[in-house]
């Protein structure tokens, strides 16, 4: 079955720090993913999409990797902040617009 | 613009009874979509729209009902409510097929007794 896997436990880090968050996958061949940040009582808010043939994107402190060998994806915050705290959703493309979310990882930012 | 409104915020239904959640955008956009989030399991598509007059159904469809006559308007419509469909609704959507972002409404949460 198709599946998406983020890291369940939460990612304590801090400030200053460099956050790296996990997105793997199975059984999917997607065209692109996405990464989307989720405050507590909000809905989710888009933050970096990558295509299959692009191994890096960046903006500002985000970079986002694609590795379609391994079926991963890792989502980079440099220098965090506490501001940074949230949760982090991946996405994969399937045909047409159709998302699929993994559940996300909780990043708290400790000052 | 207002981007993806949804009402109500909160509700509480009964077993049984039905309501529409509403979900309006005003970005024009062609594409929109409903999930529901609960715990530990992420958002799952429940149904979507391609434009004005074409639905189809997502991951887990059941028990809901969607149109689409307008651009702006996707209502979502739970015709006989459970208990298994309490949970947070997420409104989305995006400006064309392919590669675009979604964008998300701030969510209703529904329980139902």
């Known amino acids: 079955s198709q599946k998406i896997e983020q890291n369940s436990e939460a990612l304590n880090i801090q400030e200053g720090k460099t956050a790296t968050l996990t997105c793997n996958y199975t059984n999917y061949s997607p065209a692109y993913l996405q990464w989307y940040r989720q405050d507590p009582g909000r809905g989710p808010v888009f933050l970096l999409l990558i295509r299959e043939n692009e191994k890096e994107k960046r903006k500002e402190r985000l970079k986002v990797t694609f590795d379609t060998t391994l079926k991963q994806s890792l989502f980079h915050i440099t220098a965090s902040q506490p501001a940074d705290s949230a949760t982090y959703l991946c996405?994969?493309?399937?045909?047409?617009?159709?998302?699929?979310f993994g559940a996300g990882t909780i990043l708290r930012v400790k000052s | 613009n207002a981007g993806v409104t949804q009402t109500p915020k909160f509700q509480v239904l009964k077993t049984g009874q039905s309501m529409t959640l509403q979900c309006a955008q005003d970005?024009?956009?062609?594409?929109m979509s409903w999930y529901r989030q609960d715990p530990g399991m992420g958002l799952r598509l429940i149904h979507y729209?391609?434009?004005?007059?074409?639905?189809d159904q997502g991951e887990v469809p059941n028990g809901y009902n969607v149109s689409r006559s307008t651009t702006e308007d996707f209502p979502l419509r739970l015709l006989s409510a459970a208990p298994s469909q309490t949970s947070v609704y997420f409104c989305?959507?995006?400006?064309?097929?392919?590669?675009?972002?979604?964008?998300f409404g701030p969510g209703t949460r529904l329980t139902v007794t």
């Open positions: 970005m024009n956009h062609e594409y």
């Open positions: 989305a959507s995006s400006p064309g097929q392919g590669a675009y972002e979604q964008y």
């Open positions: 729209s391609v434009g004005a007059g074409i639905t």
């Open positions: 996405a994969l493309n399937l045909y047409g617009n159709k998302l699929v």
